[in-house]
């Protein structure tokens, strides 16, 4: 099934020590992110690190002590990791509930236009002169969508910028050979810029975090210029987009629907469940079912959640509206920037979602 492919706005409404930005699709909020509060050397998903193999756990994976009084769990053979071996890793998944954070060996560069695989065997693009030259810089990994914005100079020059951090990072991994963070995680709002492809407007409600923003831009992301835009009208940003009544329904434990049924959230700390409530509504269970997807994979990237999801969608008959169900969800998730994964209904009849643990908890403004 074709994905959906609207074009993002971002909005931000900057205030006092804090920027949050709202990313919108269609005039609905899909994702709120908050700069100023973040600790820039906490251990999270993107950030590289020196770690000691402490115990070997079974054959595939492996307990690190990666410093700050924190282990990790490791995924990676007993040759490649053995215990006491010093490691170069990356936070593929963020810590949770008391448990440690996932590393990978396969460490990964990236920004809006490349992810640079040190060592992959395949390069991604469909641009065959493209992919002899970076074949020659000795870059490999994926030519992201982005990039199609850009001429093929620029590319060039960020593979040779990714190289070269490979390069500075892994000859300080091997003079220093200490344990901790050698490479800090992008921030929560980097990865937006890096993640959203289509962007056609970007907001902002401060005349300084304006200045900010095209400064970098035309350093490096310059695909963004022309959709950066001043807003310089009296009614608060965030009031004029409707950003805070939509915010604020992602803290309830149920939010209505159109057609007078609901959604009904519950979380534990291993797995989160929604229930659709039919609420009296007198539409048959199908079409019920068909309008709340949409709304189903929005509220679960505002929330943020991550790990197992199972969605206990109204009793229906046919296997056809399972798998029409099953495919707009797959079409909705498609704006999800985490690698989300639609499994399908159980032989109970849940539907199960898995999508990666990143960042933290929403928080209240």
């Not at 020059?157 to 000859?171: E, G, P, T, V």
């Not at 970007?202 to 304006?210: A, E, G, Q």
Request: one cysteine or more.
């Amino acid at each position: 099934m074709s994905k959906l492919n609207p074009s993002a706005e971002i909005i931000i409404d900057h205030r006092g020590d804090k920027t949050h930005y709202a990313l919108v699709y269609d005039g609905q909020l899909w994702q709120m992110i908050t700069d100023g509060n973040m600790d820039t050397g906490a251990y999270t998903v993107g950030a590289i690190v020196c770690g000691r193999v402490i115990k070997r756990l079974n054959n595939v994976h492996a307990l690190v002590d990666i410093g700050a009084e924190k282990e990790a769990f490791l995924e990676a053979s007993a040759s490649a990791a053995p215990e006491g071996s010093m490691v170069l890793a990356q936070i593929r998944r963020d810590a949770f509930h008391g448990k440690g954070a996932t590393l990978t060996l396969n460490i990964m560069y990236y920004d809006r236009y490349l992810s640079f695989h040190p060592g992959a065997d395949v390069i991604e693009t469909v641009n065959q002169n493209l992919m002899n030259d970076l074949g020659r810089l000795g870059w490999s990994g994926q030519v992201k969508p982005a990039a199609k914005q850009i001429d093929r100079r620029q590319l060039l020059d960020l593979a040779k910028q990714q190289i070269a951090k490979h390069q500075n990072l892994m000859s300080s991994y091997e003079k220093k050979n200490q344990i901790g963070i050698i490479s800090q995680a992008p921030s929560a709002s980097d990865r937006l810029w890096f993640d959203v492809a289509e962007i056609k407007k970007i907001l902002v409600n401060d005349r300084s975090v304006f200045n900010q923003l095209q400064s970098r831009f035309t350093a490096a992301m310059p695909d963004l210029i022309p959709h950066l835009e001043y807003y310089a009208m009296p009614k608060p940003i965030f009031d004029h987009y409707d950003i805070l009544d939509q915010w604020d329904k992602a803290f309830l434990n149920a939010i209505s629907l159109p057609n007078a049924s609901r959604l009904v959230f519950e979380s534990t700390q291993t797995l989160h469940v929604i229930d659709i409530d039919h609420a009296g509504a007198v539409v048959d269970p199908v079409t019920i079912n068909k309008n709340a997807v949409s709304e189903i994979a929005r509220q679960i990237n505002l929330r943020n959640w991550g790990g197992l999801i199972v969605i206990d969608f109204l009793k229906m008959r046919q296997n056809s509206d399972r798998m029409a169900i099953q495919q707009i969800l797959e079409q909705s998730f498609s704006l999800d920037t985490h690698n989300t994964h639609v499994l399908g209904f159980t032989k109970a009849g849940l539907f199960e979602i898995t999508r990666p643990r990143k960042g933290s908890p929403i928080q209240p403004f």
